[in-house]
T-cell receptor
Framework: QKEVEQNSGPLSVPEGAIASLNCTYS??????FFWYRQYSGKSPELIMF????GDKEDGRFTAQLNKASQYVSLLIRDSQPSDSATYLC??????????FGSGTRLSIRP | SAVISQKPSRDICQRGTSLTIQCQVD?????MFWYRQQPGQSLTLIAT?????????ESGFVIDKFPISRPNLTFSTLTVSNMSPEDSSIYLC??????????FGPGTRLLVL
């Protein structure tokens, strides 16, 4: 059974620093990976997806995928208090389904 | 992306009753999904709502407990039947707009007393 693992945190990062969120997955054949942000009391919001090995950048966010190590990460540069949220890593499964990790709680301290 | 609405946004229900949650999308989508998120937990997929055929349920979820309708490509309902306090959760619908990318509705917060 596919599994996505994340450290639950909380991860505390000072404002302006780089926040690094990590995720491992069990299915070597997985092709697509996603990062969602979820504020307390809100629904998940897609912030990044990545399909190829290497880095993908979008503004302050960089997703990194290493298929050989079955490892996905999300870097947030110049962290802001508004980045404080739970970040969910997910991998694509069959029939367009997505398997979610348990999430990492990120706290940006001013 | 997609604009997704859910009704109701929240409800408090009595044990043994049923609640039907509606999900409406602003454009036609092939895939719609229903998730449950229990307090402090991640998302668990309940089922895939298929247009024109029965929903596909994940392990641990059955049609008698969670009947789903998908009458067209923009609308779906999830019913939580014969509710117990263990059904207290947030229920979310999502749609797959492109390349396995899912977008979520705002969720329905359910409390069962």
């Amino acid at each position: 059974q596919k599994e996505v693992e994340q450290n639950s945190g909380p991860l505390s990062v000072p404002e302006g620093a780089i926040a690094s969120l990590n995720c491992t997955y069990s299915d070597r054949g997985s092709q697509s990976f996603f990062w969602y942000r979820q504020y307390s009391g809100k629904s998940p919001e897609l912030i990044m997806f990545i399909y190829s090995n290497g880095d993908k950048e979008d503004g302050r966010f960089t997703a990194q995928l290493n298929k050989a190590s079955q490892y996905v990460s999300l870097l947030i540069r110049d962290s802001q208090p508004s980045d404080s949220a739970t970040y969910l890593c997910a991998e694509g499964s069959s029939a367009s389904k997505i398997i979610f990790g348990s999430g990492t709680r990120l706290s940006i301290r001013p | 992306s997609a604009v997704i609405s859910q009704k109701p946004s929240r409800d408090i229900c009595q044990r043994g009753t049923s609640l039907t949650i509606q999900c409406q999308v602003d454009s036609q989508v092939t895939m719609m999904f229903w998730y449950r998120q229990q307090p402090g937990q991640s998302l668990t997929l309940i089922a895939t709502a298929n247009q024109g055929s029965e929903a596909t349920y994940e392990s641990g979820f059955v049609i008698d407990k969670f009947p789903i309708s998908r009458p067209n490509l923009t609308f779906s309902t999830l019913t939580v039947s014969n509710m117990s306090p263990e059904d207290s959760s947030i229920y979310l619908c999502s749609v797959d707009k492109q390349a396995e990318t899912q977008y979520f509705g705002p969720g329905t917060r359910l409390l069962v007393l």
